[in-house]
């Protein structure tokens, strides 16, 4: 695989990651053989970027990566999070990112995932309630301290991005983006990355499993998969946005490819490092694939005729989340 330079402080990675997140939350039911399987699998095919977050499971999603990676802890980069609390015993208490929290989530997650250091940690959300200025301090901090190697920060608005930069450079802004959700071409985020030389982690680059085409209906999901609540998949708005999926589906036959790879590949075109999620090697294997895949400037122009920006109804998260976007 490709090795690509994710911004501009030194660090490289995979030109594809792994979200592990729905190895342990949020998506179904969980097997871990089967995910060690998956990471194991990644591993040989030269995924390196393994993300996760301490809000995943929680903990239990980096404790699941420390094992995956005993004794070959060099083998991958490991970005995971900080900024929502949780108390040691897993109880959640909302967005922390004070540089109190941040030191104490830092060394809670170097011990969950079994290591001395984390090559990317990012700043999950931002909190409204704490400068940016002071939060990307405490990272600094980590990364003087030799327990970070890298920092980065996540759903965060363009002015936020330039302001933490000036901080410590970040070497990434990790961000839903995808063909169904175009919003960082038009909001400044996107622009001020390359403005920056900041890489740019693409997150949920299957529009989380609707643009692999195997999703035909809202009761394909599990009764705990939080994609019963998504607005994107309720009513309406799921249909318009099936709508849409059929059209990537027609492309991608005409490529050769399948849906997923077609929508991984148009991700990756855009100098993205999309980190797709799954927890089976079926899938990551087809998803790899698309690293492969090479898109003509035609190919291009029309996934944006069928998939410009504004397409797809419906908010991308409920509205709860929402308010957590774009600090």
């Known amino acids: 695989m490709e090795i690509r330079a994710l911004g501009g402080q030194g660090l490289k990675v995979g030109a594809e990651g792994l979200g592990?997140?729905?190895?342990?939350?949020?998506?179904?039911?969980?097997?871990?053989?089967?995910?060690?399987?998956?990471?194991?699998?990644?591993l040989e095919l030269g995924v390196t970027l393994l993300d996760t977050?301490?809000?995943?499971g929680p903990f239990r999603n980096e404790q699941l990566l420390g094992k995956a990676l005993t004794g070959r802890r060099d083998a991958a980069v490991v970005a995971t999070k900080t900024g929502v609390e949780f108390t040691d015993e897993g109880?959640?208490?909302?967005h922390n990112a004070t540089?109190?929290?941040?030191?104490?989530?830092?060394?809670?997650?170097?011990?969950?995932?079994?290591?001395?250091?984390?090559?990317?940690?990012?700043?999950?959300?931002?909190?409204?309630?704490?400068?940016?200025?002071?939060?990307?301090?405490?990272?600094?901090?980590?990364?003087?301290?030799?327990?970070?190697?890298?920092?980065?920060?996540?759903?965060?608005?363009?002015?936020?991005?330039?302001?933490?930069?000036?901080?410590?450079p970040l070497a990434a802004?990790?961000?839903?983006?995808?063909?169904?959700e175009r919003g960082i071409e038009h909001d400044g985020v996107l622009d001020t990355l390359r403005?920056?030389?900041?890489?740019?982690?693409?997150?949920?680059?299957?529009?989380?499993?609707?643009?692999?085409?195997?999703?035909?209906?809202?009761?394909?999901?599990?009764?705990?998969?939080?994609?019963?609540?998504?607005?994107?998949?309720?009513?309406?708005?799921?249909?318009?946005?099936?709508?849409?999926?059929d059209r990537v589906r027609h492309l991608?036959?005409?490529k050769g490819v399948t849906p997923s790879q077609l929508a991984l590949a148009w991700t990756l075109s855009k100098g993205a490092v999309p980190i797709p999620g799954t927890k089976r090697r079926r899938y990551l294997e087809e998803n790899v694939a698309a690293t492969a895949v090479t898109l003509t400037d035609a190919d291009?122009?029309?996934?944006?005729?069928?998939?410009?920006?504004?397409?797809?109804?419906?908010?991308?998260?409920?509205?709860?989340?929402?308010?957590s976007l774009n600090g």
């Open 91 to 94: 109880t959640f208490l909302g």
């Open 99 to 168: 540089p109190e929290y941040i030191r104490h989530s830092a060394d809670r997650s170097l011990r969950h995932l079994g290591t001395d250091h984390i090559d990317l940690y990012y700043l999950h959300r931002v909190d409204p309630n704490v400068p940016i200025e002071e939060s990307i301090g405490a990272m600094s901090e980590l990364v003087a301290a030799g327990k970070v190697g890298h920092i980065g920060i996540c759903e965060a608005a363009a002015t936020t991005i330039a302001r933490a930069h000036a901080v410590h």
């Open 300 to 323: 291009l122009a029309s996934i944006d005729a069928v998939a410009p920006h504004g397409v797809v109804a419906g908010d991308r998260y409920a509205p709860e989340l929402m308010t």
């Open 252 to 254: 991608a036959a005409e």
């Open 173 to 180: 802004v990790q961000t839903e983006y995808s063909l169904f």
């Open 195 to 245: 403005e920056l030389g900041i890489g740019l982690v693409a997150y949920s680059p299957l529009g989380r499993g609707f643009l692999s085409g195997a999703i035909t209906t809202p009761d394909d999901f599990a009764a705990d998969d939080f994609r019963r609540t998504d607005p994107r998949f309720q009513g309406e708005n799921f249909d318009r946005n099936l709508a849409v999926v």
């Open 53 to 56: 977050a301490e809000g995943y």
């Open 20 to 42: 592990l997140m729905g190895m342990s939350a949020h998506y179904g039911a969980t097997d871990e053989t089967e995910s060690l399987a998956t990471i194991d699998r990644a």
